[in-house]
Nanobody, 126 residues
Framework: QVQLVESGGGLVQTGGSLRLSCAAS????????MGWFRQAPGKEREFVAS????????SYADSVKGRFTIVRDNAKNTVYLQMNSLKPEDTAVYSC???????????????????WGGGTQVTVSL
């Protein structure tokens, strides 16, 4: 089992920055790829970023490429999402997730993730 707790969300103006953190419990963190997803009101959950188990490989949604950076610290069982140049359309609940079956590669698919945090709200004002 993996438990995930996000933090770092909040209200920020357009063009501002936030860093989200996701703290994981359990011994298998370093053996799993991790992902960040977001869900805006009335919309489906969408992929934001993913990082491999070692941290050596990352993938991003086109909408955030060049603005967001995902990194992980396996010694601290934590994955981060640095968000820069935020836009109002980035407003959503952001959730981190751990891949199922100790899979180490990145994935953009919601169905590939077995464990989810409760989410943290990010609101970008005009």
């Amino acid at each position: 089992q993996v438990q995930l707790v996000e933090s770092g969300g909040g209200l920020v103006q357009t063009g501002g920055s936030l860093r989200l953190s996701c703290a994981a419990s359990g011994r298998t963190f370093s053996s799993r790829a991790m992902g960040w997803f977001r869900q805006a009101p009335g919309k489906e959950r969408e992929f934001v970023a993913s990082i491999s188990a070692s941290g050596g490989s990352t993938s991003y949604a086109d909408s955030v490429k060049g603005r967001f950076t995902i990194v992980r610290d396996n010694a601290k069982n934590t994955v981060y999402l640095q968000m820069n140049s935020l836009k109002p359309e980035d407003t959503a609940v952001y959730s981190c997730a751990a891949r199922k079956d100790l899979r180490i590669a990145t994935s953009t698919r919601v169905s590939e993730y077995a464990y989810w945090g409760g989410g943290t709200q990010v609101t970008v004002s005009l």
